[in-house]
T-cell receptor, first 112, second 114 residues
Framework: QKEVEQNSGPLSVPEGAIASLNCTYSDRVSQSFFWYRQYSGKSPELIMSIYSNGDKEDGRFTAQLNKASQYVSLLIRDSQPSDSATYLCAVRYGGSQGNLIFGKGTKLSVKP | DTEVTQTPKHLVMGMTNKKSLKCEQHMGHRAMYWYKQKAKKPPELMFVYSYEKLSINESVPSRFSPECPNSSLLNLHLHALQPEDSALYLC?????????????FGPGTRLTVT
């Protein structure tokens, strides 16, 4: 059974702080990793994708991947109240037609 | 442009009704997906179309019937649904149904079955 695990939260951080969201996955064959942000009542929005070990930065967001530890994380710098949402980690497993497996999501709350 | 559109935004239907959900993308993507999402749960894959052919059906009940009329359009036909089918139905697309291609979601249709 391929699994993607996330702490459901809520994770509460003060405005301006760094929010750190973590995700672990069960299958070493995994190749592609994605972070989606979902506001309440809205659809998931892709914010980061990462495919190789190391860090990938995009604006205030940094995704980190460690395949040896089967761990992917998302850092949000200078957190804003507008970042308050549920963050879904998604992993695409090996095989030519691997489906996305989603974690249950971490709810982030950024307090002014 | 990474826009996927879905209509209607909201739908209320009785258990004997027949209705359809529509999804459209103009990004030239060749893979399209239907997901179902219940409150406080992650999206669950229902169907995958790759190059207009159904490639994955995740054991979805036959009261849900997908259709891909062309590479830009995806429909989900609904018939004799149950109240437990009430959920947010999400359409997504990606360049191809392969490992590294990102999936982009539409805004969803909020379905209520009465």
């Amino acid at each position: 059974q391929k699994e993607v695990e996330q702490n459901s939260g809520p994770l509460s951080v003060p405005e301006g702080a760094i929010a750190s969201l973590n995700c672990t996955y069960s299958d070493r064959v995994s190749q592609s990793f994605f972070w989606y942000r979902q506001y309440s009542g809205k659809s998931p929005e892709l914010i980061m994708s990462i495919y190789s070990n190391g860090d990938k930065e995009d604006g205030r967001f940094t995704a980190q991947l460690n395949k040896a530890s089967q761990y992917v994380s998302l850092l949000i710098r200078d957190s804003q109240p507008s970042d308050s949402a549920t963050y879904l980690c998604a992993v695409r497993y090996g095989g030519s037609q691997g489906n996305l497996i989603f974690g249950k999501g971490t709810k982030l709350s950024v307090k002014p | 442009d990474t826009e996927v559109t879905q209509t209607p935004k909201h739908l209320v239907m009785g258990m004997t009704n027949k209705k359809s959900l529509k999804c459209e993308q103009h990004m030239g993507h060749r893979a399209m997906y239907w997901y179902k999402q219940k409150a406080k749960k992650p999206p669950e894959l229902m169907f995958v179309y790759s190059y207009e052919k159904l490639s994955i059906n995740e054991s979805v009940p036959s009261r849900f019937s997908p259709e891909c009329p062309n590479s830009s359009l995806l429909n989900l036909h609904l018939h004799a649904l149950q109240p437990e089918d009430s959920a947010l139905y999400l359409c997504a697309s990606s360049q191809e149904h392969r490992l590294s291609y990102e999936q982009y979601f539409g805004p969803g249709t909020r379905l209520t079955v009465t």
